[in-house]
């Protein structure tokens, strides 16, 4: 059934229709007016699966979006140009130019902690590249799934934008296809298995995955508005987030206190009890909350701690100076807990970070210029921000992907286009006769002419 869908979307891409600007950018106003007219029903969608707050399904998620769409919209007829580049003694008379062209059809399988966003954000660049797709929400959010089901194809063009809701069942059976590009999110367990699956038909894949976020806070930084900046970073979607901070180093000399200062921000943020907090999320199941909680065992907890299973409620956490060995530090939280490490200097945060796996961010708060340009030269990573967390996913034009084990390739604004486009070269020459250099008989002379080309 789905080798149906997959032949028939590929039929349709090869018609044409898809490539054509228009049509593309007809599509992301489409998308834009699905976004606005049930913004209601999304932020409902959104609260049903994780308790999101409309603030923050707003602004991580629908408005998101609307700015990613603006952006394209205003910059789509730029990236599709031909792009020329210079040509050379050796292929005079000539023109050369990169053309991008879409792959065709592009299966997306998103993850559950921003399901809309990252269900509609790889689909934004993927028609904006001129693809068709297949969309696969998360079954996790299982109202926002349903709701993507039901009015993509309500907004869309049905043939070339298909969603397909399911679990691992389908995404198997959806895997085993050959599509002409696979964007996945999620772990990178699954990631993996997508790889080997387009392995089979040599298809190129975008894998968006997560890991260990660290931040590093130096004694030069402004304890205050740091633990604000962390706090809201980490504690949004109830620090279901890929980027959130996963741990702190913090210099030894300002630890405690930025602990202190921490524990004052979720006062100030949630109140006394942040489970009566509107402003505060939830764990999106049973399995999740039970898992970040295990990571507590045996651990002393400094703030928090608090596990409702019923209604999925799980306190901002905050846990010092935990054991290297212990889960909490070597697995990905993806969860409402923070550790806190106190560390001797600078230099040694970064070697931390540098022993541990490429992650998808890494935050530094300092106020030393020297610092700030090292953390930028020494840490590999998906993306950084200095003194902030999360705000670069502000900024359309900043690629957004991991490396090493954080992802494969990026989208957002011109990356994602390029992302979902294959730059095609082209050499144009008029059919004018030439000196015979490059033909054979390959006499002496012409290995001179060579040199001198070269
Ligand atoms: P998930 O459980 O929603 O799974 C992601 C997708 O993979 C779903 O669509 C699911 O149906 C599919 N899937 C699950 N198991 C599968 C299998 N065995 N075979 C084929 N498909 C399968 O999400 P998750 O993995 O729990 O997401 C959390 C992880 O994703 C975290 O590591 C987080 O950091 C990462 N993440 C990364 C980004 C990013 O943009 N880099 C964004 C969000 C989450």
Redesign the pocket.
């Known amino acids: 059934m789905y080798q149906q869908v997959l032949s028939q979307q590929q039929q349709y891409f090869a018609s044409g229709v898809t490539k054509d600007l228009n049509w593309r950018k007809q599509q992301l106003k489409q998308l834009q007016l699905l976004l606005s007219t049930h913004e209601s029903e999304l932020l409902h969608a959104l609260q049903q699966d994780l308790g999101k707050p409309a603030f923050e399904a707003l602004l991580s998620e629908i408005n998101y979006l609307h700015t990613d769409i603006k952006h394209c919209l205003k910059k789509l007829t730029s990236w599709a140009r031909p792009r020329r580049v210079g040509t050379g003694l050796r292929t005079f008379p000539a023109m050369a130019f990169i053309q991008p062209e879409p792959y065709g059809s592009v299966l997306i399988?998103?993850?559950?902690?921003?399901p809309l966003q990252?269900a509609l954000a790889p689909l934004v660049a993927v028609l904006s590249a001129g693809n068709c797709a297949v969309v696969?929400?998360?079954?996790?959010a299982p109202a926002t799934s349903a709701i993507i089901a039901r009015l993509l194809p309500l907004y869309l063009d049905k043939e070339a934008v298909v969603v397909i809701e399911g679990?691992?069942a389908e995404?198997?059976e959806l895997?085993k296809l050959p599509f002409d590009h696979i964007m996945?999110?999620?772990?990178?367990q699954?990631g993996k298995?997508?790889l080997r699956a387009a392995a089979e038909h040599l298809t190129p894949v975008t894998l968006?995955?997560?890991?260990k976020s660290p931040v590093y806070v130096d004694s030069s930084a402004d304890l205050k508005l740091t633990a604000q900046r962390i706090a809201w970073g980490k504690w949004l979607n109830a620090g279901q987030t890929?980027i959130a901070p996963d741990y702190i180093l913090a210099h030894k000399d300002i630890a405690q206190a930025l602990a202190e200062e921490i524990k004052a921000q979720l006062h100030q943020m949630y109140g006394d009890d942040p489970k009566l907090s509107p402003d505060y999320g939830r764990i999106i199941n049973l399995r999740h909350l039970q898992r970040v909680r295990s990571y507590l065992d045996g651990l002393d907890v400094y703030c928090g701690g608090v596990v409702d299973e019923e209604q999925l409620y799980f306190s901002p956490t905050l846990v010092l100076d935990p054991p290297l060995d212990s889960r909490l530090m070597t697995e990905?939280i993806?969860g409402p807990v923070l550790p806190l490490l106190p560390i001797s200097s600078f230099d040694a945060a970064v070697r931390f970070v540098q022993k541990r796996d490429k992650p998808?961010s890494a935050y530094l708060f300092s106020n030393n210029s020297t610092q700030q340009q090292q953390w930028v030269e020494q840490i590999s990573c998906g993306s950084q921000c200095i003194n902030d967390v999360l705000m670069f996913m502000a900024v359309s034009e900043l690629p957004?992907g991991?490396v090493g084990p954080s992802?494969m390739g990026q989208y957002s604004g011109k990356a994602g286009f390029e992302q979902f486009s294959h730059l095609k070269s082209v050499l144009k020459r008029p059919l004018w006769p030439e000196p015979p250099v490059r033909f054979a008989p390959y006499a002496d002379w012409k290995r001179k002419v060579l040199g001198w080309l070269s």
Do not use: D, H, R
């Open positions: 399988i998103s993850a559950w902690n921003y990252l696969k929400p998360s079954e996790l679990g691992v995404t198997t895997l996945y999110t999620g772990n990178g699954v298995i997508v968006e995955l997560g890991g890929c990905e993806f998808l957004f991991g992802g």
